[in-house]
């Protein structure tokens, strides 16, 4: 089964600390990532840390399931799907957030998936929707970080 991986990379005027723990927390996460009609923890958790599960939802309807397998304040966040859509046969992705100064942090997304046949046969078009979709929820996240602090 083949491998398939993408990153997408944004520079957000803002210090790291503050861009990972906005991305973090769950009551900011439907203000900024547009591919998400919900984002939950589950199991009674508080906040996001390594061994937490959340449950998102697409705004097409599909639902997932991941745990938190890494959770290294400021640096890196990654998680991987424990329950999800049936295309998917593994799913897991990271989150890297680089200081580049005071206020300027280099944020990148790297998603690693495998699809179950007959979605293996639609791979080219499955990731590039998938980078399309992370590509703007960086977009996303940039403006609305920059805009809240601008705004406080």
Known sequence: MEVIKFTETILIDEDAEKVFDFTQDYNNRLKWDTFLKKADLTDGALKAEKGVKAYCVAK????????????????????????????????????????????????????????????????????????ANVKQRLIDLKHNIENESSDN
């Open 60 to 131: 097409n309807g599909i639902g997932m399931v991941t745990e938190y397998v890494t959770y290294n304040r400021p640096k890196v966040t990654a998680i991987k799907m424990t329950k999800g859509p049936f295309m998917f046969k593994s799913f897991s992705g990271s989150w890297t957030f680089k200081k580049i100064s005071t206020k300027k942090t280099e944020v990148v997304f790297l998603y690693s998936f495998t699809l179950r046949f007959p979605f293996s046969l639609l791979r080219t078009a499955i990731k590039n929707n998938l980078q």
